[in-house]
């Protein structure tokens, strides 16, 4: 019977955590989807960015901002991990990508900075040093939070000067059964020349081109900032996507671990309650008898 109830308690322990994995699936299920939607909906807020530095730079009136990037200077970058755990290999991934991507760079110096506490170990046992980490509350006003954090951070760099590239490395979503995300690198500043010239050559949707009244220097300072924190939005939202696509992964095998396991167990029980069974009608039997051989006698 002992035996028996030790099984019980597994069977039960098991079906306890079966029960939390189903939560945090649903969970992970309903912020993929959030953070997808929020993707989808900066696209439209990326092509008016797009468009009003389209406009500056046919209007030939501004000089761009930032100059091209110098090789061998202070190279600044922006790391996305996870706050929490349960997501796979979603922090090693990601930490191993930027290593070697940034062993092949030629620069002096790199200075870098975290969003996600998990990432940092990963990355300071493959030699780099991180000298601030910013944290997520959990909701989109958490996000902004953060990015105007991170932003912050980043004029510091520009202020101390030096600073030649600053590049980011996230992790994002993919499709097919064999991976949940994949690890990506984007240049954040300087701004790609190359693609402003395209922006400058691009065909205007309409016939006429959009005026404006304001300082064309800062008008386009203000684009490029807001092209900076779209683009430092949209690697975090799909970062985030990533990591619960890949808890939700998690999740799921281990779902059928512990489905394999209760059945296990079940089984276990089935034997050792038929056992126990078989114990108590073997006793009686042999009572019985023993009862019935005193009333011969």
Same mark, same amino acid.
């Given at each position: ?54 406009? %500056?730079?046919? $209007? ?33 991934? =990601?930490?191993?990508?930027?290593? &070697?991507?940034?062993?092949? %760079? ?23 040093? +991180? ?9 989109? *006003?958490? +996000?902004?939070?953060? %990015? ?8 510091? /760099?520009? =202020? ?23 690890? $990506?690198? &984007? ?14 050559? #691009?065909? /205007? ?8 009244? %304001? ?12 092209? *900076?924190?779209?683009?430092?939005? #949209? ?6 996507? $990533? ?35 078989? $114990? ?14 005193? #009333?011969?006698?």
């Amino acid at each position: 019977m002992e035996e028996l109830e030790r099984v019980k308690r597994k069977i039960k322990n098991a079906g306890e955590l079966q029960s939390v994995v189903k939560i945090m699936k649903a969970i992970s299920s309903t912020n993929i989807r959030e953070y997808e939607r929020a993707v989808e909906s900066l696209a439209e807020y990326s092509r008016s960015i797009e468009m009003g530095l389209a406009v %500056m730079m046919k $209007s030939g009136k501004i000089v761009p901002a930032f100059s091209p990037a110098r090789e061998g200077g202070l190279l600044g970058t922006v790391i996305f991990g996870s706050e929490q755990g349960l997501c796979g290999k979603f922090n090693e991934q =990601i930490a191993s990508f930027a290593l &070697a991507e940034l062993a092949e %760079m030629d620069h002096q110096e790199t200075r870098a900075v975290a969003v996600g506490e998990r990432v940092i170990g990963h990355l300071e046992d493959g030699g780099l040093s +991180i000298e601030a980490q910013f944290s997520f509350s959990g909701d989109f *006003i958490g +996000i902004t939070e953060v %990015m105007a954090e991170v932003l912050v951070k980043i004029e510091e /760099w520009r =202020i101390e000067g030096g600073l030649d590239r600053i590049v980011l490395f996230y992790n994002r979503p993919a499709s097919g059964p064999l991976a949940a995300f994949r690890p $990506s690198m &984007a240049r954040l500043l300087p701004l790609d020349a190359g693609w402003l010239n395209e922006l400058a050559e #691009r065909r /205007w949707p309409s016939r006429s081109l959009p005026t404006f009244s %304001m300082d064309p220097d800062r008008l386009f300072s203000s684009l490029v900032r807001e092209q *900076i924190f779209s683009s430092l939005y #949209r690697a975090f939202v799909e970062s985030l996507a $990533s990591e619960n696509a890949s808890r939700l992964s998690s999740m799921q095998a281990a779902e059928r671990n512990i489905e394999e396991h209760l059945n296990e167990l079940s089984s276990q029980y089935r034997k050792r309650r038929q056992e126990a069974i078989s $114990s108590e009608m073997q006793d009686v039997l042999v009572g019985f008898e023993a009862l019935m051989g005193e #009333r011969r006698g």
